[in-house]
């Protein structure tokens, strides 16, 4: 009962560098997206999926990449870290519906220098 | 746009304390209302959760009301105990068009014994 899966738990970034957050879900969940939490501000949405090929825009999606090619996999790619970017991520998903219950990661601890 | 205002923290309280984090809510229609808990290190996970007007949702000792004519859906628990220290977050999910949380800012608990 893996659940959601990412991966690192913790990175260090110098500024400009270019990495990838991986996760992935075994529950067979079309809904995926990706959260960063910053002190004082909780949860913003970076982008979300609501099945394989498609992907959409959230509250803060600048510096930030997606792609689904599978139900499973929902990679966060930053393109050119910024400080701005040091943060908490999640990603986290569920199945489609109003009701449904969002299953988390236990998320990415990243620092940009 | 949808939003979730939820009471400032941090909250401390000593053990068996009654606890009650308040929380309201913006959004058009009846959305879905959440209560996650996230304890230290750890991802968010779902605490409880109620779909329409009036319901009531309740697990661990922790319970919250939907109540639409005041958009709110406070937290309370009779009794805490050392182990619920952790951060709560309100949430709300929209009735309609897609699966997209918006979460408030989160409430820091500490239990002291």
């Known amino acids: 009962n893996a659940g959601v899966t990412q991966t690192p738990k913790f990175q260090v970034l110098k500024t400009g560098q270019s990495m990838t957050l991986q996760c992935a879900q075994d529950m067979n969940h079309e809904y995926m997206s990706w959260y960063r939490q910053d002190p004082g501000m909780g949860l913003r949405l970076i982008h979300y999926s609501v099945g394989a090929g498609i992907t959409d825009q959230g509250e803060v999606p600048n510096g930030y990449n997606v792609s689904r090619s599978t139900t499973e996999d929902f990679p966060l790619r930053l393109l050119s870290a910024a400080p701005s970017q040091t943060s908490v991520y999640f990603c986290?998903?569920?199945?489609?519906?109003?009701?449904?219950?969002?299953?988390f990661g236990q998320g990415t601890r990243l620092t940009v220098v | 746009g949808d939003s979730v205002t939820q009471m400032e923290g941090p909250v401390t309280l000593s053990e068996e304390a009654f606890l009650t984090i308040n929380c309201t809510y913006t959004?058009?229609?009846?959305?879905?209302l959440f209560w996650y808990v996230q304890y230290p290190g750890e991802g968010l996970q779902l605490l409880l959760k109620?779909?329409?007007?009036?319901d009531k949702g309740s697990n661990k000792g922790f319970e919250a009301t939907y109540r639409k004519e005041t958009t709110s859906f406070h937290l309370e628990k009779g009794s805490v105990q050392v182990s619920d220290s952790a951060v709560y977050f309100c949430?709300?999910?929209?009735?309609?068009?897609?699966?997209?949380?918006?979460f408030g800012t989160g409430t820091r608990l500490t239990i002291i014994p």
């Open positions: 986290a998903s569920s199945r489609q519906g109003r009701n449904t219950e969002a299953f």
């Open positions: 949430a709300l999910r929209p009735n309609f068009g897609n699966e997209k949380l918006t």
């Open positions: 959004a058009t229609g009846y959305p879905s």
């Open positions: 109620a779909t329409k007007a009036d």
